[in-house]
């Protein structure tokens, strides 16, 4: 089912206020007001701890070598197709590929659902399984560690699809990892076929889908389900977070995982994130797990990814200093990998469509309901006529009919020029419809929904495996660990005003010094809350 995002952003934003209502159970009923009246906004897309939402669209991804091509020329072993799954890698994933392999460290700088992960896993899991082919199956070789243990949780459930079967062990150690085998509840496979696995797990989700239920985890025999199996088998690859890292390489007898190690590969997801204090403790913790492990810098592959360093194009000083102060290595062994596109040609020829009639909301949810599959070919017809004022032919196949349509459409055009970067949907909205100069002059939700309405449909049209416009909808939520406290009233009765971040409490109090704001901490448990101050004697 196709999703309206401007619906389901409420939706979510709503879920995530109820949430900040029962985490901050605040027993004062003169916060508790003050508080709610901060948030209780006609909408909770208005309030000040939500930004957005702002939109912009993804260009389709370069392409490298074919990957049985690679594997044919030895570049790639040759079980990775198979792991793989699909023909090509992109372009940045390659480029990754080929710089570990070089045994350079590598800052992988790509959007959201490029597949960043992939990027090092690929020649992660390739040395692995040379290494196994000449005997070696123990020893951690490869550290993957995560800020989060949400994303090191689904990092794990992709390893068991990948590795299962392969006799590369892996395993996961956070603060929830059961500590004896006894304590395991995840159920084993019996049986060390990929093939039996790969198909034990797809039965297992098509019954839990058909129950509309969670899917059931079954560990391959690859993966390590305890501590106490992490410390005996010693896997190859070991997710984890920093936290629970830093007390595994000072406590015995974890330290003896590390101790003279085959370790070859470290890997930090979400690198931005290690900044300030907590960056430079990671930083002496990646130069402590080297030593122990008796590695010189440069025998240690060191990665890091995220979503938003930027685009580094091998100029980027500044991600390069980063990544070889936080790896303790030289700036000139950095690689850096950004995305690379396809170009688009688009014809001369492009029509200018009028500003479409009636309710854009409306419409938008009819081309929302045609294009869920199974499509509704008649009812895309007649709303792609209805928004483009040109007759529409689906023809055989309405998805490349519908690329044929709208590739010749001066607004499509347009919007993918406005659309580079982010920006706010309405100012987007607007810039696009002005950029025709055809005398429109929709405007608010009727321009934001004509907008939408372009992007679902450039989203469904499809050519050669390739979407037309691959849009994205970003939505900024923070919670309330800036939430501050000003002294007020008089000397006789002293209250507190509660603002949601410094910069709101500063607006409102002009002239107090920061230090005369206080952050509020309060109790899950009772709601008390209570005035965080340092004081240094």
Avoid at 453 to 467: E, F, I, P, W
């Amino acid at each position: 089912m196709s999703i309206n995002p401007v619906q389901f952003a409420h939706s979510v934003c709503d879920e995530f206020l109820r949430y900040l209502f029962s985490a901050y159970p605040l027993s004062d009923p003169d916060l508790r007001d003050q508080f709610r009246k901060l948030l209780d906004r006609p909408s909770s897309l208005d309030t000040p701890l939500v930004q957005g939402p702002f939109v912009s669209l993804s260009e389709a991804f370069a392409k490298g070598d074919p990957v049985q091509q690679l594997a044919d020329k030895g570049t790639l072993h040759h079980a990775m197709p198979g792991l793989i799954g699909y023909p090509n890698m992109y372009m940045h994933q390659q480029k990754v590929l080929e710089a570990v392999k070089e045994g350079r460290h590598v800052l992988v700088s790509t959007g959201t659902g490029s597949g960043k992960t992939e990027s090092f896993l690929y020649p992660i899991i390739d040395d692995l399984l040379r290494q196994r082919d000449k005997g070696v199956r123990e020893g951690v070789t490869a550290i993957l560690v995560y800020p989060m243990n949400a994303l090191a949780n689904d990092q794990l459930d992709r390893l068991r699809d990948v590795l299962g079967g392969t006799g590369v062990t892996f395993g996961q150690w956070v603060g929830t990892t059961p500590a004896t085998e006894g304590d395991v509840g995840v159920e084993r496979f019996q049986g060390s076929s990929r093939p039996a696995y790969l198909e034990a797990r797809r039965k297992r989700r098509e019954e839990a889908q058909a129950e509309d239920r969670a899917v059931r985890p079954m560990a391959p025999l690859e993966e390590c389900c305890s501590e106490e199996d992490i410390r005996e088998r010693k896997p190859r690859i070991l997710l984890t977070n920093y936290r629970q890292l830093e007390v595994l390489s000072t406590r015995l007898p974890d330290v003896s995982l590390f101790a003279e190690a085959p370790l070859k590969y470290l890997v930090f997801d979400e690198a931005h994130t290690y900044a300030g204090a907590t960056g430079a403790e990671v930083a002496c913790l990646i130069r402590r797990l080297r030593a122990l492990a008796g590695k010189k810098p440069d025998e240690v592959v060191c990665v890091g990814t995220s979503a938003t360093l930027g685009d580094p194009t091998g100029t980027d000083d500044a991600a390069r200093r980063f990544a070889a102060r936080f790896f303790g290595v030289d700036p000139d062994r950095v690689t850096l990998v950004g995305e690379s596109y396809v170009s688009r040609e688009w014809p001369r020829g492009r029509y200018k469509p009028v500003a479409p009639k009636g309710d854009g909301m409306e419409r938008l949810g009819r081309v929302l309901a045609a294009v869920t599959e199974p499509a509704d070919v008649p009812a895309i017809k007649a709303v792609v006529e209805e928004l483009t004022g040109q007759l529409f032919d689906p023809g055989d196949d309405w998805t490349e009919a519908l690329f044929d349509h709208l590739v010749t459409n001066e607004y499509v055009f347009q919007a993918t020029s406005v659309l580079k970067r982010p920006g706010k949907l309405d100012e987007a909205a607007w810039n696009t419809s002005q950029r025709l100069r055809t005398g429109r002059l929709p405007q608010g939700g009727s321009a934001s929904a004509e907008l939408l309405a372009y992007l679902v449909l450039g989203a469904a049209a499809r050519k050669g495996g390739d979407s037309l416009l691959r849009p994205k909808v970003h939505f900024f939520i923070r919670g309330l660990d800036e939430m501050v406290a000003a002294l007020a009233g008089t000397a006789d009765v002293t209250t507190l005003d509660v603002a949601l971040s410094l910069n709101d409490a500063k607006e409102r109090h002009a002239g107090r010094r920061d230090d005369a704001f206080f952050p509020v901490l309060v109790c899950r448990s009772c709601g008390q809350h209570f005035l965080e101050r340092w004081y240094q004697g």
